[in-house]
């Protein structure tokens, strides 16, 4: 079946732009999680969500990063005001109900120049 | 710094075992993960482990657990070039079941 998909494969972007990453979880898998990858920080967590319950923010590591997720499935991560240390790969991954493993998608690498 | 580590670089030859190592620091961690990614890809889950298990064959792959001293290892049977990559442990923590990584490790295998 069909795994994580996430779009744009790349972004390249300015400075002081924002920009919004796409990821459609695992048909049926009702907790997504995403996470960033970068040189200097190695893989760490951004934000979870499951089902109808608040997501928790508590990776998210400023008030430039917000994330939803719309009826339940796709969600979309947005950067406001990019900086050149927002550059790293942004990884989504979904599980069943959140206490399952969790399947990755491939990732948008994002370059803020 | 991170809380689970691992080494950076392991280098093997092609049909010899290979033995990567990690540890970690969350006692109340449930399960813990090996994740491969090949240049450029995502992360692809290779096995897991159940924190009341002491070992999990799964084909080439053995994860041996050692909840005492909080040390993971993944042996790689009959290594192969296909499996180059960066091989990352990672622990569920937490009651939002986020993955804490390691580093990652770079395995180089030689023809």
Not at chain 1, 94 to 100: V, W
Not at chain 2, 100 to 109: K, N, P
Request: with cysteine.
């Amino acid at each position: 079946g069909a795994g994580v998909s996430q779009s744009p494969s790349n972004k390249v972007t300015e400075k002081g732009k924002d920009v919004e990453l796409r990821c459609d979880p695992i048909s049926g898998h009702t907790a997504l999680y995403w996470y960033r990858q970068s040189l200097g920080q190695g893989l760490e967590f951004l934000i979870y969500f499951q089902g109808n319950s608040a997501p928790d923010k508590s990776g998210l590591p400023s008030d430039r990063f917000s994330a939803e997720r719309t009826g339940g499935s796709v969600s979309t991560l947005t950067i406001q005001r990019t900086q050149q240390e927002d550059s790293a790969v942004y990884l989504c991954a979904s599980s069943l109900q959140g206490q399952e493993t969790q399947y990755f998608g491939p990732g948008t690498r994002l370059l803020v120049l | 710094g991170e809380d689970v580590e691992q080494s950076l670089f392991l280098s093997v030859r092609e049909g010899d075992s290979s033995v990567i190592n990690c540890t970690y620091t969350d006692s109340s961690s449930t399960y813990l993960y090996w994740y491969k990614q090949e240049p450029g890809a995502g992360l692809q889950l290779l096995t897991y482990i159940f924190s009341n298990m002491d070992m999990k064959q799964d084909q080439r792959l053995t994860v041996l657990l050692n909840k005492k001293d909080k040390h993971l290892s993944l042996r790689i049977a009959d290594t192969q070039t296909g499996d180059s990559a960066i091989y990352f442990c990672a622990e569920i923590r937490g009651a939002g079941n986020m993955l804490t990584f390691g580093g990652g490790t770079r395995l180089m295998v030689k023809p």
